[in-house]
């Protein structure tokens, strides 16, 4: 035998020697010197699986390496699947995992490596038989419990939960069925039919394994039986118009004969605009119902023409036990439900955001489903609203930026193409969310300046406000915001525009106004004002805090170019009656100038009869406080009449609504704020003023409530819009001052006497 450059008589050769035993001992004794210096290599014992069986996926695969030859011991060891290595386990001697194989032969390796550079393996060939397909355990029918008006649908999810712990959406492959075809029937698709008022149970069933869930069909409004106000600004267009008022006129609106008729009182402020259901089934009776939700993190509902004893039809907390609204001075003393809530009449469901801090001390906002018939939560409701994205703002924590409690959640919600959308401004940057109407899962996420900073005065990052309006929405599914203050560049930094997204939050197209960097160093945000859809054209008029209106294409908006050469058309609201000044402002930008009227606008436009409306608030003791007509034709906006100059000059927003039925009988309403709760001016807090006009000449004044003593509404509150519906007109007051201890709110409620 050879060992290196050794060689080595055989045993049996040197027995015959001459030497005899002498040399035979010392063979011997090199030989055993010499097996001693030779490496041990280490070895790999693999316990699981045995080489050549048969397995089922996933393959558990346990091994052990040890080392005689290096000190430090096994480094690492990995498994090798066709010569490609798929797992490692560094500084580590064992292995102990399962991996995901292919069904067939499969040749893999055990291999260690240690500290000495060295390293051995261990071949375990195995085959892997097909694994059997995981079964039904269980189906999960959502929403659960649900209702749904005659005539109209509700789609029901099924999910379904398998043996292996997966779930996945079986809607398509079930099988649906309903209790009681008589009251709803369900197509194979899951989508349920309400045809006449009762109850019953829908069934998915799926490898004959079934989930149910209850179905309450209500009755439908019949036509003519009465208004329904279930989003801000009357629709998803944000028009701002009721045109199926059959009670109110201008004939009729007058101090004589109309004024106000009861006022319920709640326990905090309403900042949202209430809402109005017709003709809906409570506890056995049908009523018009008023919805309203509180700054105490409370939603109520009331007879919307009776008041009775004053008690709530019912009345539910947002808050869990111990938790409290956020206690704060932006909206003073407490924040809960801030903006205008949205309610789907094929769910029979209100969508509401509160903010609560919890007993931790932690603050949240929450999505909040409730059954319009009894207040109860549903669809699994409510859900925390979370928000990231990547980012380097000074807002980023190791590259991403959250939606934080310090955001304000003032837009009122949008309920289109089955999401709700919730707006956000105040912090460090703006943020637009999408969730599932019916599964409340995230759809959607917008961050308007991910990666600059807000400077100046007000340092903000194109926050979502809208001076309380809401994203609006086409018939198409597209969605429209305003943004305000902060950065833009035109790529991730998108303020003081008018933006345009799918409804899964992908911006599509914007619009923003060549004097952009003036308007952020000014504090002359865009969404100062909200965004009117002109009903039946591809046109969105938007106003803010400059005085200038901008009239853009929805289908090609425009973008940023000098002298605002992407808009349709732009023009100032008061022109002709008060001229231009020039404006400048200077950041660390530079020096910015522009033109500028001497009126803010704070709300958003109202649309009747081939005109738009909208209030300004004056910047200068010599402009006007009013709210103006602009005809609407040929594409373009005329200016027109407007109401006499007896609205109080410090009213932040003006959003008027409109009455009419159908083409005649227009009349438009506002609030006169006055000096709101929490002004600017830090003056005492005056009463509100209801006020309404002639919509085909504003300087003819029908009404306002300061005529009669008892007529006078609540303390006003900033950026409150009317709704007026089956021959009444409903606004948002304040009861007590904020210096209450626990300040409450009004709704006053005015018609026909």
């Known amino acids: 035998m050879s060992l290196g450059s050794l060689s080595l008589t055989p045993l049996h050769v040197l027995d015959r020697s001459a030497k005899g035993g002498v040399v035979k001992t010392l063979q011997w004794f090199i030989l055993i010197l010499i097996l001693s210096a030779i490496p041990v290599f280490a070895t790999v014992t693999v316990t699981s699986p045995a080489p050549g069986s048969t397995v089922t996926s996933p393959v558990q695969y346990t091994a052990i390496a040890t080392s005689s030859t290096c000190a430090k011991g096994v480094s690492s060891m990995g498994i090798y699947l066709s010569n490609k290595q798929v797992y490692s386990s560094h500084g580590a001697n064992q ?142 267009q944000r028009s701002g118009l009721n045109a199926g008022e059959e009670s109110l006129s201008p004939a009729n609106v007058t101090a004589q004969t109309f004024g106000k008729l009861f006022s319920y009182v709640v326990d905090g402020y309403v900042y949202g605009e209430p809402l109005l259901v017709s003709n809906l089934t409570i506890n056995g009776t049908a009523h018009n119902v008023l919805y309203v939700a509180t700054e105490h993190d409370s939603v109520y509902a009331f007879d919307a023409d009776s008041y009775g004893d004053g008690t709530p039809l019912w009345q539910v907390s947002l808050l869990g036990s111990g938790e409290t609204p956020l206690h704060g001075s932006v909206i003073a003393p407490w924040r809960g439900v801030t903006s205008t809530p949205v309610i789907d009449l094929a769910s029979n469901t209100l969508y509401a955001v509160s903010t609560q801090t919890l007993t931790s001390g932690k603050t949240t906002f929450r999505l909040n489903a409730i059954d319009i018939t009894t207040g109860a939560q549903k669809l699994g409701s409510p859900v925390t609203i979370q928000a990231s994205v990547p980012g380097t703002n000074s807002s980023a924590v190791n590259g991403v930026v959250s939606l934080t409690a310090s955001s304000l959640q003032r837009t009122a919600l949008l309920l289109a193409d089955g999401n709700v959308y919730i707006g956000f401004g105040r912090a460090e940057s703006g943020w637009l969310l999408g969730y599932d109407a019916q599964t409340l899962k995230q759809t959607g996420v917008f961050n308007a300046t991910p990666n600059l900073n807000g400077e100046g005065k007000y340092p903000g990052g194109g926050g979502i406000w809208m001076g309380s309006g809401g994203p609006a929405a086409d018939s198409a599914g597209n969605i429209y915001i305003t943004t305000g203050d902060g950065p833009w560049d035109g790529q991730t930094a998108w303020s003081d525009s008018v933006l345009k997204f799918n409804s899964q939050l992908q911006m599509q197209d914007y619009f923003t106004p060549a004097d952009y960097q003036f308007m952020n160093c000014n504090d002359a945000d865009l969404a100062g004002g909200g965004l009117l859809l002109i009903p039946g054209t591809t046109e969105a008029l938007a106003a803010g805090k400059t005085g200038k209106l901008y009239l853009v294409d929805t289908t090609n908006p425009g973008k940023e170019q000098a002298n605002d050469a992407g808009a349709i058309q732009t023009l100032w609201f008061e022109s002709d009656l008060v001229p231009l000044h020039s404006a400048s402002c200077t950041d660390v930008s530079g020096t910015h100038t522009t033109q500028e009227d001497s009126s803010e606008t704070y709300g958003t436009a109202a649309y009747f009869n081939g005109s738009v409306y909208i209030g300004v608030t004056p910047t200068s003791t010599t402009a006007r406080a009013y709210t103006r007509q602009f005809v609407y034709s040929g594409g373009t906006l005329t200016p027109g009449s407007y109401t006499s100059d007896t609205i109080q000059k410090d009213t932040p927003g003006t959003t008027p609504f409109i009455s009419a039925n159908g083409t005649t009988n227009g009349v438009l309403w506002m609030i006169d704020e006055g000096q709101p709760i929490q002004n600017s001016s830090s003056k005492p807090p005056t009463h509100a003023t209801l006020r309404a006009y002639d919509a085909n000449d504003l300087s003819h004044e029908l009404y306002n409530s300061g005529l009669n003593s008892g007529d006078v509404p609540g303390y006003g509150i900033k950026f409150s819009s009317p709704i007026v519906g089956n021959g009444k007109a409903y606004i948002s007051t304040g009861y007590d001052l904020v210096t209450a201890q626990n300040p409450r709110g009004e709704v006053d409620v005015y018609g026909l006497k």
């Open 95 to 236: 292995i102990n995992t399962q991996l995901i194989l292919s069904p067939g032969y499969q040749h893999t390796v055990v291999e260690e490596w240690d500290h000495c550079g060295k390293a051995s393996y261990t071949t375990i060939n195995i085959t892997v038989k097909p694994s059997a397909p995981p079964t039904v355990t269980s189906i999960a029918v959502s929403p659960s419990p649900a209702s749904v008006a005659t005539g109209a649908t509700q789609q029901f999810i099924a999910t379904a939960t398998y043996s292996d712990g997966s779930t996945g959406n079986v809607t398509a492959a079930a099988s649906w069925q309903s209790a009681n075809a008589a009251a709803a029937t369900i197509s194979s698709a899951g989508l349920a039919t309400g045809l006449a008022s009762g109850s019953t149970t829908v069934t998915a069933t799926l490898s004959g394994v079934s989930g149910s869930a209850p179905l309450t069909v209500t009755p439908a409004v019949p036509p003519g039986a009465g208004a329904n106000v279930v989003t801000w600004h009357f629709d998803n």
